[in-house]
């Protein structure tokens, strides 16, 4: 199966950066669609951003301009470059992945997965 391991949470001040990394195992990477989804503190798990394996993009609203998905499939791992990050971004951050029916198939709801990383805690002060 898919194992996902997600890294470079931290705390940030407010306006700063993050790069987050998610790794997936041996070669499972391969025709897998992506995605980060996010969790705070008493709230739902909500969309943040999706890959297809081709490359195609989407960011939910709150994040477009700040954050950007990207993939390195030869490196079998998914960033999300976090920008101009404000308090509210806080949250645990999670990785997932599906296989795909086509490679530009990109996948927004959370049941569309089914491999999920542990989480990476990413936390804005003011």
């Known amino acids: 199966q898919v194992q996902l391991v997600e890294s470079g949470g931290g705390l940030v001040q407010a306006g700063g950066s993050l790069r987050l990394s998610c790794a997936a195992s041996?070669?499972?990477?391969?025709?897998?669609?992506m995605g980060w989804f996010r969790q705070a503190p008493g709230k739902e798990r909500e969309f943040v951003a999706a890959?297809?394996?081709?490359?195609?993009?989407s960011h939910a609203d709150s994040v477009k301009g700040r954050f950007t998905i990207s993939r390195d499939n030869a490196k079998n791992t998914v960033y999300l470059q976090m920008n101009s990050l404000k308090p509210e971004d806080t949250a645990v951050y999670y990785c997932?992945?599906?296989?795909?029916?086509?490679?530009?198939?990109?996948?927004?709801?959370?049941?569309?997965?089914?491999?999920w990383g542990q989480g990476t805690q990413v936390t804005v002060s003011s």
């Open positions: 997932a992945a599906r296989l795909a029916y086509y490679s530009g198939s990109i996948y927004l709801r959370n049941d569309d997965y089914n491999y």
């Open positions: 041996g070669r499972t990477f391969s025709g897998y669609a």
């Open positions: 890959i297809s394996w081709s490359g195609a993009l």
